[in-house]
């Protein structure tokens, strides 16, 4: 992705920014509040929120779920009992020497042993406190389940690139759950890794599969479900894409100008399959551009999985002006970013083109940074510009030439972005966008993704 600079502009960033805000701001949600604070944004946060509004699974007390920690055959046990309440019995309950009877999970143990999704070792013996791995995990819902071996059993298990990997006493059950779509390999589809330890994740989206009923949402992103068609995800020209502005409140450009810049996907968007097409949380580059006396951002490029795709998309033009004269501007610019020439009229804001430390703090209460960028990533260039008034301090090197250098800047602030450049003739007019609800796009033409 071309650097800012390469395109041509550079960004501002106003108000009284403390290290905490910044912080705040630079990781501001993009999707649905998670139940769980280590969830939120990742692959399998709605299938963990799901299963915990059922009660199927649980978090911790700190409000974690670990979805990356491993699950014990105990806890995989009371998971299932829990998501298959009324599966039928088959068979006598099994007492284990190693399971007391006021272990936590004995009723559990028992239960997922009499409904036949899990059995025990040679000896007698459950091992509740082993880790259970993932081959485990799919063998036990489709015995448990009684799902049908496939056909032909090493035809449907040779999608897996690791398929000889695959423990004999497995190979059917495995077979038989990625016909049902059960299987879920994040993050490649095509590596089943049937010795690995089970995550909570992979637990949790192995649970939403299994209890998906036909026609209910999608919770697991379809190019992780093995078994699941591989045909091109395409959306349609109309087609909504909830995006925002992750790294201000605002945007203030003036009525003519262009800036380069990246939003973020506010929330999954899916095609008629219920297949996710373009993850929440992904990059989507593009300018904002003059557009009818307002402003629009046009979209050309999202990231998707470090791929870069061709977008075309654009936001509702937005014509909210602001005259900088108004006494109340200061609100305006506080925890914005701004465009290059709508930095050269802050000094204006004081009335007479000069940005000294204390207008900037009193004043306007608006931090100024113009970044040189020259082949920086666009993300570096957008969390360099965002640091606030401390930086501001250093932009009073304006007085006298009106030449802002790095050594000004990182003397004056502390800070280590680069300004350089020769401060513009100020300007009066200046467009207001809101991060939040002013940029969301529709397509201009279908965006298609292969999983």
């Known amino acids: 992705m071309h650097s800012i600079a390469q395109r041509g502009m550079a960004f501002f960033s106003c108000g009284l920014l403390s ?59 009371a998971m299932l009992g829990k998501a298959f309440p009324n599966a039928p019995v088959v068979r006598t309950p099994s007492t284990f020497n190693d399971v007391p009877s006021n272990f936590w999970a ?188 307002g402003s629009r951002f046009v979209a050309n490029t999202v990231v998707i999985n470090n791929q870069q795709i061709p977008l075309a998309a654009t936001s509702n033009v937005v014509k909210k002006i602001r005259d900088t004269r108004d006494p109340n501007i200061g609100n305006v610019f506080r925890n914005a970013a701004i465009g290059a020439a709508v930095a050269a009229g802050i000094s204006g804001l004081a009335g007479d083109r000069t940005i000294t430390p204390l207008k900037v703090l009193t004043g306007a209460t608006a931090g100024a940074a113009i970044e040189t960028n020259q082949g920086r990533p666009a993300s570096s260039v957008v969390r360099d510009s965002l640091i606030g008034a401390a930086l501001a301090t250093g932009a009073s090197a304006v007085i006298g030439d009106r030449q802002i250098t790095p050594e000004k800047v990182i003397t004056g602030a502390a800070a280590g972005a680069t300004i350089g450049g020769v401060i513009d003739p100020a300007v009066r007019r200046v467009v207001v966008i809101d991060a939040n609800t002013d940029l969301g796009l529709t397509l201009t033409q279908s965006f298609t993704v292969t999983p």
């Not at 939120?40 to 299963?51: E, F, G, R, V």
């Not at 978090?59 to 105990?74: E, I, K, L, Q, S």
């Not at 071996?149 to 035809?155: F, I, K, Y």
């Not at 078994?227 to 109309?238: K, N, R």
Request: hydrophobic share 45%; charged share 15%.
């Open 19 to 77: 290290s905490g805000t910044l912080a705040t701001l630079l990781m501001a949600p993009v999707q649905a509040q998670s139940r769980f604070i280590d969830t939120q944004n990742t692959w399998a946060q709605a299938c963990i929120d799901h299963l915990a509004s059922r009660n199927i699974i649980s978090g911790y007390p700190d409000g974690t779920f670990r979805p990356n920690a491993a699950v014990t055959r105990a806890e995989y046990a």
């Open 106 to 293: 004995f009723s559990a143990i028992q239960n997922a042993t009499r409904t036949g999704f899990l059995s025990g070792y040679p000896g007698n013996v459950f091992q509740p406190n082993q880790n259970i791995p993932r081959v485990q995990a799919v063998v036990a819902l489709a015995s448990g389940l009684q799902y049908p071996a496939p056909a032909s059993v090493e035809a449907t298990l040779a999608q897996f690139s690791d398929a000889t990997a695959i423990p004999e006493y497995g190979r059917s059950g495995v077979a038989a759950a990625t016909a049902k779509q059960v299987v879920v390999n994040y993050p490649n589809v095509q590596f089943f890794a049937p010795n690995q330890l089970a995550t909570r994740a992979d637990i949790a989206a192995f649970l939403c599969q299994a209890t998906r009923t036909a026609g209910a949402q999608v919770l697991v992103p379809m190019q992780y479900v093995a078994g699941a068609s591989a045909t091109p995800m395409a959306l349609s020209a109309g087609q909504r894409i909830p995006a925002r502005f992750p790294d201000a409140e605002r945007i203030i450009v003036t009525p003519k100008e262009t800036v380069p810049i990246r939003l973020v996907a506010a929330a999954d968007v899916r095609d008629s399959q219920g297949r996710v097409v373009i993850p929440s949380g992904s990059e989507i580059y593009g300018q904002i551009q003059p557009s009818q006396g």
